[in-house]
């Protein structure tokens, strides 16, 4: 299997509390129904829980604006205890040929632990110590 980066994006206050804004050029990884401007997908994180999503772009306006809808996007966001300035990033594995391919999606939720070397270091939360007071 293929696997293509579709986007990696670091979370704003915006992005914790409601939707997460997609970049419109990912679009072109996704198959919306005909007619549809909302789909669902499932996306699969590093410790290979499954996360369903729903995916929605506007009908109007000068470009799509498409963004992860908050009641799919929001139980990732708590289940992962994701704070503004934490990123996340999705990729599309595939495989087969144009007309019978299988794509795959995989989310990542990362933390910024340090700086190494003027390079930022980005650590999977799954992989974080979890800390009792």
Same mark, same amino acid.
């Given at each position: ?15 914790? $509390? ?12 996704? $198959? ?23 995916? $929605? ?14 009641? $799919? ?42 700086m190494l070397m003027g390079q930022d270091v980005w650590v999977d939360v799954e992989d974080l110590p979890l800390y009792s007071l």
């Amino acid at each position: 299997m293929e696997q293509v980066h579709l986007f990696t994006k670091k979370l704003k206050p915006t992005h914790i $509390s409601h939707a997460l804004s997609f970049p419109t050029h990912a679009l072109e990884a996704f $198959s919306f129904p005909e007619g549809a401007h909302t789909m669902r997908f499932e996306a699969v994180d590093s410790t290979d829980n499954v996360w369903g999503f729903c995916l $929605s772009s506007r009908l109007t306006g000068a470009y799509p604006k498409p963004v992860l809808l908050r009641f $799919s996007w929001r139980r990732f966001v708590e289940q992962k205890g994701l704070v503004p300035e934490d990123r996340v990033a999705f990729f599309m594995e595939r495989s087969g040929e144009a007309d019978g391919m299988i794509r795959r999606y995989t989310v990542r939720a990362q933390r910024k632990v340090m700086m190494l070397m003027g390079q930022d270091v980005w650590v999977d939360v799954e992989d974080l110590p979890l800390y009792s007071l």
